[in-house]
């Protein structure tokens, strides 16, 4: 019997960036960052890309600002870098819609926006992709994630999460769940955890969550980066300019390793 390990594909490192952009504005609105944005991004060169506020459409900045985009915000921002891009809408308006976005380099095979809203004012959702990673035989699951500001909404979206990812991502599956929580009071890891088995990348790097808002001097953690069947490698927030000018956020980066894994084969 000879020992040997798997494709040296199980070694592939997986690049995550999660970014609330604001909706494509710095820090209360002030200038329309969403160039930068893009360009501070595609230097980091991640894989992932889970966006949250990402503006879908409005009608009113398409006829007034010159630089505002053509095309939606995610595909603007993915155009030519990461040829596979999902948008689940969430908040619906007169001028438009945002919502979230997951850009990848690796195939989608199929997407759904959960809406797990518990009021009809802050819309919220949850979007799940499922991807398709080359010389892996087990389907990887991103989730991208914006939960509510208040704590008697963010437990019952925290309850919802758990149960999409209970009931349609199998433990053998590995699985990013990313975005912004809301959760000063830093509650929701450990029902994660305890429900999910997954860990968060700061957490498990540093010992306690990034502080992340308001970009110009973070003081709440409030943005999180979790994972379960992979390899923590590094974790990083991106605090240094251009980031703080970008949005009112700061984005998150890790980097995750698929583990190795002996196999045995038999010779006759």
Avoid at 142 to 157: P, Y
Wanted: net charge positive; aromatic share 10%; hydrophobic share 40%.
């Amino acid at each position: 019997m000879l020992l040997f390990q798997d494709h040296p594909l199980e070694k592939l490192l997986l690049r995550v960036i999660s970014f609330n952009i604001h909706k494509g504005f710095s820090t209360a609105g002030l200038q329309f960052s969403l160039i930068k944005i893009r360009d501070a991004i595609r230097q980091i060169h991640p894989d992932l890309v889970l966006l949250q506020e990402v503006q879908g459409e409005h009608l009113h900045y398409k006829k007034t600002r010159k630089d505002w985009p053509a095309m939606p915000q995610f595909d603007y921002l993915a155009h030519e870098i990461w040829p596979h891009v999902a948008y689940g809408k969430n908040a619906t308006y007169g001028a438009g819609h945002h919502g979230n976005a997951i850009l990848s380099k690796y195939p989608i095979e199929k997407v759904e926006n959960i809406d797990i809203s518990t009021h009809s004012f802050g819309k919220r959702g949850i979007l799940h992709a499922v991807l398709r990673i080359p010389g892996k035989h087990r389907p990887f699951h991103a989730i991208c994630a914006h939960l509510g500001l208040f704590e008697s909404e963010r437990t019952s979206q925290v309850s919802q999460i758990c149960e999409r990812i209970t009931l349609h991502v199998p433990l053998t599956d590995p699985l990013v769940l990313g975005g912004d929580f809301n959760d000063w009071l830093e509650r929701t890891s450990i029902t994660f955890e305890q429900k999910l088995q997954v860990r968060e990348a700061f957490q498990a790097s540093a010992g306690q969550h990034a502080k992340t808002f308001p970009s110009w001097l973070p003081s709440l953690k409030l943005d999180r980066i979790y994972f379960r069947g992979l390899d923590l490698k590094n974790a990083m927030r991106f605090n240094q300019r251009p980031w703080p000018s970008l949005s009112d956020h700061l984005p998150l980066y890790a980097e995750l390793a698929f583990p190795t894994r002996l196999r045995t084969v038999e010779i006759e």
